[in-house]
Nanobody, 114 residues
Framework: VQLQASGGGLVQPGGSLKLSCAAS????????MGWYRQASGKQRELVAS???????TYADAVEGRFIISRDAAKNTLYLQMGDLRPDDTAVYYC?????????WGQGTQVTVSS
């Protein structure tokens, strides 16, 4: 099963982006999924997760600004990001939670800068 994150880009502080994570099979409905990010020189961290029943959790740094969601019919996971800040600059990845893959894929770069 492959996971492909997309939707990143360059955005000004205060702006918004919506990331997508497409799965090649129906795993998104069957597992707990998460969005992670890794800023340059820092460890990868969990940003948000969503359970099979739709319960969500967020890192303190993004609480109230980001929304994780899933579309089972499309096998797609989303991360709606709002009020973006320079500290949100990172490569964003999607994977199961807890992570089980050694291959994180390329992720999608989000850069917040004026």
């Amino acid at each position: 099963v492959q996971l492909q994150a997309s939707g990143g880009g360059l955005v000004q502080p205060g702006g918004s982006l919506k990331l997508s994570c497409a799965a090649s099979e129906s795993i998104i409905r069957a597992t707990v999924m998460g969005w992670y990010r890794q800023a340059s020189g820092k460890q990868r961290e969990l940003v948000a997760s969503i359970t099979k029943s739709g319960r969500t959790t967020y890192a303190d740094a993004v609480e109230g600004r980001f929304i994780i969601s899933r579309d089972a019919a499309k096998n797609t996971l989303y991360l709606q990001m709002g009020d973006l800040r320079p500290d949100d600059t990172a490569v964003y990845y999607c994977q199961e939670f807890p992570p089980s893959r050694t291959d994180w894929g390329q992720g999608t770069q989000v850069t917040v800068s004026s």
